[in-house]
């Protein structure tokens, strides 16, 4: 069945609705996930230049040698963490803000997102197209995040938009028992793993190789 919402221009519609359809060809089965992506207009958060491939399965230059990760990586991460999970997920972590589309995302899936960028610019351009777009479930900070947001957690989920070189025990911390956390892992070679928090410990798993920009210390 084919999402539509009102007040969506047609082109934009059937536009959105082939991403839709392409990410289902893809593996993408979760709908509260397929719903989110066809709401929030992606074009809105590249370059006017770049807008024509806004939809394409395709991560798009955002400037400061940073992008916005193609539709199936965002979805593909946040249809892993809300699989077989025992509780409502309403407490999530985003590390790398970027552009701040994943976050639009995670903010049509999650009460309540908290998002952290160390680029001034990006950060201050994800908190304006934000505003614009009326989300207000998502809270913003301007820092390093690599080491996560610890005043802030712990989290249900912790997504990371950017590879970390190896597993962060201080990110693993921030989890709640039962908690999830989806992250890329490695330099040249980079693998998706999901890192659940049990009771005697922590679970991860690896699930297929990625392509993400390395995640880096300090703020620009």
């Given at each position: 069945?084919?999402?539509?919402h009102?007040?969506?221009?047609?082109t934009?519609?059937?536009?959105?609705?082939?991403?839709i359809d392409?990410?289902?060809?893809?593996?993408?089965k979760?709908?509260?996930v397929?719903a989110?992506?066809?709401?929030?207009?992606?074009?809105?958060?590249?370059?006017?230049?770049?807008a024509?491939r806004?939809?394409?399965d395709?991560?798009?230059?955002?400037?400061?040698?940073?992008?916005?990760?193609q539709?199936?990586?965002?979805a593909?991460?946040?249809?892993?963490?809300?699989?077989?999970?025992?509780?409502?997920?309403?407490?999530v972590l985003e590390?790398?803000?970027?552009?701040?589309?994943?976050?639009?995302?995670?903010?049509?899936v999650?009460?309540?997102v908290?998002?952290v960028?160390?680029?001034?610019?990006?950060?201050?351009?994800?908190?304006?197209?934000?505003?614009?777009?009326?989300?207000?479930?998502?809270?913003?900070?301007?820092?390093d995040?690599?080491?996560?947001?610890?005043?802030?957690?712990?989290?249900?989920?912790?997504?990371?938009?950017?590879?970390?070189?190896?597993?962060?025990?201080?990110l693993r911390?921030?989890?709640?028992?039962?908690?999830?956390?989806?992250?890329?892992?490695?330099?040249?070679?980079?693998?998706?793993y999901?890192v659940?928090c049990?009771?005697?410990?922590?679970?991860?798993s690896?699930l297929?190789?990625v392509?993400?920009v390395?995640?880096?210390?300090?703020?620009?």
């Open positions: 069945m084919n999402i539509r009102s007040g969506i221009g047609m934009s519609s059937r536009t959105r609705q082939r991403m392409r990410l289902r060809v893809q593996g993408i979760d709908e509260v397929l989110a992506m066809y709401e929030v207009p992606r074009h809105l958060f590249v370059d006017e230049a770049l024509s806004a939809y394409d395709v991560s798009l230059p955002i400037n400061y040698e940073q992008t916005i990760s539709p199936y990586i965002v593909r991460m946040i249809e892993v963490m809300r699989a077989s999970v025992t509780f409502p997920i309403k407490r590390i790398g803000t970027g552009c701040g589309y994943q976050a639009a995302v995670l903010a049509h999650f009460p309540k908290y998002s960028e160390r680029i001034e610019p990006l950060y201050l351009r994800a908190k304006r197209q934000l505003a614009a777009l009326n989300i207000h479930n998502v809270t913003l900070s301007y820092a995040g690599s080491a996560g947001w610890p005043a802030m957690g712990p989290y249900d989920g912790i997504i990371m938009a950017a590879a970390t070189p190896a597993m962060s025990t201080q911390e921030q989890l709640v028992v039962g908690g999830r956390m989806v992250l890329p892992v490695g330099r040249l070679e980079q693998w998706l999901l659940e049990e009771q005697q410990g922590f679970r991860e690896k297929e190789p392509k993400f390395p995640l880096l210390m300090g703020k620009a």
